[in-house]
């Protein structure tokens, strides 16, 4: 049976006399801040000279430093920044300013993973991973509820590592949810794996094809957009809140023969084998090396595909429709 922490489980002392430095202030990066200072954590961000968010975290209440003086104040660093970013700020501004018996956290082990960051051995390192994206992260602590985390150590140096890393998850609300143990190895494949097969890249290939389908077959756009992307939202509600039986209780019998018999034809074997050639990818490291040149080049690529899919129908078309439901801002 896989290990569970709640609030209940976990001491926030370990924590409470550190201060903790989150270098990024976007998605992540604000919610991590906002929480952890809501939680009573002492706080600062780091960030770039000339950033933007620079006005935001100071209107929020939060001191902002260079990454590099807010790594030297902290006692806990917490990287919130694009994986390709930061093996370079690693370099220049953190491991300059770590000092022994620190904690190096991550929000994602890919750096780790992958060895392009290798920390010192006198220091911690350790990750909390909430399992949402920031804004939602952030929206659901406001409501008094938690998003779960995962918790990993990589490096336990002063033998309290396990301890800070949980008291971190309980700071950022990790542990009104429940805080997962794992190892970067599994956080980082596993996390890659379902971007790509499933909830990014498998569902908005999905959704394309699907529209593709019904528009080339002479249905109006319009229909298409709301069967296959508009309705999708209140079927992955029902399953986020009772799993695919719980969706199954909600929808038509009708809707649930179609399911159980036309599904299993469309998501076949050919599609699972696809899926193993991905995770293999991501367990050999061919994508992060693939990913990692990429930006060495200037996201040639990315933006290319970017371009394109930006001027899909689905897209184009979606816009409009959304443009004529202004009340979508609140249900999200």
């Keep these: 049976m896989a290990t569970l922490y709640y609030d209940k489980d976990i001491d926030a002392a370990p924590l409470k006399e550190s201060t903790v430095a989150i270098l990024g202030y976007g998605s992540q990066g604000h919610a991590h ?35 590099a003086d807010a790594v030297a104040k902290a006692d806990v660093t917490m990287l919130c920044l694009p994986d390709t970013v930061q093996p370079k700020v690693y370099k220049e501004d953190i491991e300059p300013n770590l000092n022994e018996g620190d904690m190096l956290m991550f929000a994602h082990g890919f750096n780790i993973h992958y060895e392009t960051i290798t920390p010192p051995g006198n220091i911690d390192v350790t990750m ?22 995962l918790i990993a150590v990589h490096q336990d140096y002063t033998g309290r590592a396990h301890a800070r890393a949980l008291a971190y998850g309980h700071g950022v609300g990790g542990g009104r949810a429940g805080i997962l143990e794992t190892t970067f190895k599994e956080e980082t494949e596993t ?12 569902v908005t290939s999905l959704i394309k094809a699907g529209f593709e389908v019904l528009t080339e077959a002479g249905y109006q756009p319009e229909s298409a957009y709301f069967e296959v992307l508009h309705e999708l939202k209140l079927i992955v509600d029902l399953i986020y809140q009772g799993g695919l039986e719980g969706m199954r209780y909600s929808i038509s ?29 991501i367990q050999s490291g061919e994508f992060a090396r693939e990913w990692i040149a990429e ?8 933006r290319q595909l970017q371009k394109d899919d930006l001027a899909h129908p689905v897209e184009k078309i979606g816009r409009e429709l959304r443009g004529m439901m202004p009340w979508l801002e609140e249900t999200i």
């Design 191 to 202: 996390d890659l794996f379902g971007e790509q097969a499933v909830l990014c890249g498998g």
């Design 295 to 302: 930006n060495d080049e200037g996201l040639p690529r990315y």
């Design 33 to 67: 801040a906002l929480n952890l200072k809501d939680s009573g954590f002492d706080v600062v961000v780091g960030l770039y000279e000339g950033s933007k968010s620079k006005e935001t975290a100071e209107a929020a209440g939060i001191e902002v430093l260079s990454n």
């Design 253 to 281: 019998t009708t809707a649930e023969y179609g399911d159980y018999t036309r599904g299993p034809q469309i998501i076949d074997e050919h599609v699972k084998e696809n899926m193993r050639k991905a995770l293999k990818q």
């Design 128 to 149: 909390i991973a909430p399992k949402a994206p920031g804004h939602r992260f952030r929206k659901i602590y406001e409501m008094g509820l938690g998003v779960p985390c």
